[in-house]
Nanobody
């Protein structure tokens, strides 16, 4: 079991940056692939980025490729999402998720552990 707590959300203007953090507790963190998802008002929760348990592999949604970077620090049990060149359409609640296993998967139901979410609002 992995417990996840996100932080770092806020209100920014278009073009600015934010870094989200996801602090994990539980021994399973080191064996978990991690993902970031987001949910905009009235929309489904969508995959944003994922990182394998070894941090050797990453994968991004097309909408954020080249602007967002996912990373993890095993010593700190933390996963990060660096978001640059933010756009109003990036506005959403961002969720951190963990799944036992090495592979990055983009489907929501593959992840068994979720954080409470952090709001990101980008104004134009």
């Amino acid at each position: 079991q992995v417990q996840l707590v996100e932080s770092g959300g806020g209100l920014v203007q278009a073009g600015e940056s934010l870094r989200l953090s996801c602090a994990a507790s539980g021994r399973a963190f080191s064996n978990s692939a991690m993902g970031w998802f987001r949910q905009a008002p009235g929309k489904e929760r969508d995959f944003v980025a994922g990182i394998s348990w070894s941090a050797g592999n990453t994968y991004y949604a097309d909408s954020v490729k080249g602007r967002f970077t996912i990373s993890r620090d095993h010593a700190k049990n933390t996963v990060y999402l660096q978001m640059n060149s933010l756009k109003p359409e990036d506005t959403a609640v961002y969720y951190c998720a963990a799944r036992i296993g090495a592979a990055i998967l983009t489907i929501e139901r593959a992840y068994g552990n979720w954080g409470q979410g952090t709001q990101v609002t980008v104004s134009s």
